[in-house]
C-alpha cells in the first residue's frame, strides 16, 4: 500500500504512524518502506544502509523491528546527497529489482510505502508516486492538504495520473468550522472518482510549528543562550518592530511565539520575555545587553543571534511554518491521535483483502 500525495508537506508521516497503529491494533503485520530517502539528518556514515529519518520515526514510535523497516534505494536531490556527477548513472540504474527482493524477503502481510513529496519527485530514478504505484500495482491511499475548492483540481489530477489506483484520501489542515459541511458536500463529489473520504484533520497549530532548533539551523543562529532549550516548539510569529505599548497588546494576543526583533531594541526584548514567547530573535549588528542575556537565561527562553536584517530573517522564519517534517515525538503522537479520532480505515480491508477482526 502506497500512501503519497500531490506536494510536499501534506502529513504523509502522520498518515503512514495512524494506517500503522490502525493495522497493529487489529494484529496485522506490516513492514515500512521509503525507496526515495528525502531526509536523511541521522544517517551518520555513507557507508550504512540508507535509511530515511521517517524510517527511525516510524520505527520508534511503533516499536517495530529492525526487520521491519526496509531501506531506501537512492536519496533524493533535497537531501544534499545527489549531485550532478552521479545523477546520469542514477537515471540509467534499474532500481525495482532491488526493491521487489526487499518485499519478496518481507513475511509482513502488508506493506506501507511512503512515497516522494509530490508525484513528480524522484522521477529520475523512476521511483515517483506514478512509477511505483504502475509497477508494483499497488493501492495508493492520498493525504491532500485543504486550501479551499482550488485543491480539487491537483487532487483529481493526482488520481488521473495514478491510473485508478488511488483507493482514498485523507484531507489535511481543514478548518474546524467547515469539516461537517465539507464531509457532506465533497463524499458525493469523489464517489464519481471512485475515491472514499476515509478522514478529514483539522487544522493545527501544533502541526505546523517548528521547534527552536529548526529556526536555529535554518537561520544559521547563534544560540546566546539556553542552548537545552532548543527543542521548544514554536506556533505563532511576532515582530517586534514597535512601541513598547503596541508590542505588548500583540503578545498578549498570542501564544508560543518567535519574536524577531534587532538587537538594540532592549525594551521589546525584556516585554517579549514576560510573554509566552519560546525564543527571541535578534537581528542586526548590534550586541545584546548582558542584562538581557541574563534575564532569558532566567526565564529559560532561547536567544538566537542572526546577522541578517529584520524583513529577511521573518522572511525565512515565515516559511518554516508548515514545513518542516514530523520528527519531533510530541507532533507525532499529537498527529497519531487526530488520525485515531478523525479516519476510519474500514473501507481498505476490503481494498486490500484483508482480514477482518
Known amino acids: 500500500m502506497l500512501i503519497g500525495s500531490a506536494e510536499p508537506y501534506s502529513g504523509k508521516s502522520a498518515l503512514v504512524l495512524g494506517v500503522a497503529q490502525w493495522l497493529k491494533s487489529r494484529g496485522i503485520s506490516f513492514c515500512y518502506s521509503k525507496p526515495l530517502a528525502t531526509s536523511l539528518q541521522r544517517q551518520r556514515q555513507p557507508s550504512e544502509r540508507l535509511f530515511d529519518d521517517d524510517a527511525h520515526l516510524i520505527g520508534d514510535m511503533l516499536q517495530l523491528a529492525p526487520t521491519d523497516l526496509i531501506p531506501s534505494l537512492a536519496a533524493s536531490a533535497s537531501t544534499g546527497h545527489l549531485d550532478f556527477a552521479h545523477l546520469g548513472q542514477a537515471m540509467e540504474r534499474d532500481y525495482f529489482p532491488a526493491l521487489q527482493q526487499e518485499l519478496e524477503a518481507s513475511t509482513a502481510q502488508v506493506t506501507i510505502m511512503e512515497g516522494p513529496g509530490s508525484l513528480a519527485e524522484g522521477c529520475c530514478f523512476g521511483l515517483h508516486l506514478p512509477a511505483l504505484a504502475a509497477r508494483l500495482d499497488a493501492p495508493v491511499l492520498l493525504i491532500h492538504p485543504w486550501h479551499g475548492s482550488t485543491s480539487l483540481e491537483p487532487l483529481f489530477d493526482a488520481c488521473q495520473r495514478l491510473g485508478g489506483r488511488a483507493m482514498g484520501v485523507v484531507l489535511n489542515a481543514v478548518d474546524p468550522e467547515v469539516i461537517p459541511s465539507l464531509r457532506r458536500d465533497l463524499e458525493h463529489l469523489l464517489k464519481r472518482f471512485n475515491l472514499p473520504l476515509l478522514g478529514v484533520l483539522p487544522r493545527s497549530p501544533l502541526l505546523r510549528s517548528v521547534s527552536v532548533r529548526e529556526l536555529s539551523q535554518r537561520l544559521n543562529a547563534e544560540v546566546l543562550c539556553c542552548p537545552e532549550r532548543l527543542d521548544l516548539l514554536v506556533e505563532t510569529l511576532s515582530i517586534g518592530a514597535m512601541s513598547v505599548n503596541s508590542a505588548m497588546q500583540v503578545f498578549r494576543q498570542r501564544r508560543n511565539m518567535a519574536v524577531v526583533t534587532g538587537a538594540d531594541r532592549t525594551d521589546i526584548q525584556l516585554a ?10 535578534l537581528t542586526g549588528a548590534s550586541s545584546p545587553l ?22 529577511s530573517t521573518v522572511a525565512l522564519v515565515e516559511r518554516a511554518f508548515g514545513h518542516v517534517r514530523l520528527h519531533e515525538p510530541i507532533k507525532a503522537s499529537f498527529a497519531l491521535r487526530l488520525i485515531q479520532e478523525n479516519c476510519d480505515f474500514t473501507p481498505l480491508m476490503e481494498r486490500l483483502d484483508l482480514p477482518y477482526p
Open 272 to 281: 517579549a520575555l514576560e510573554a509566552s514567547t519560546q525564543c527571541l530573535i
Open 290 to 311: 548582558p542584562e538581557l542575556i541574563t534575564r532569558a537565561g532566567e526565564l529559560e527562553v532561547p536567544l538566537l543571534k542572526v546577522g541578517k536584517d529584520t524583513l
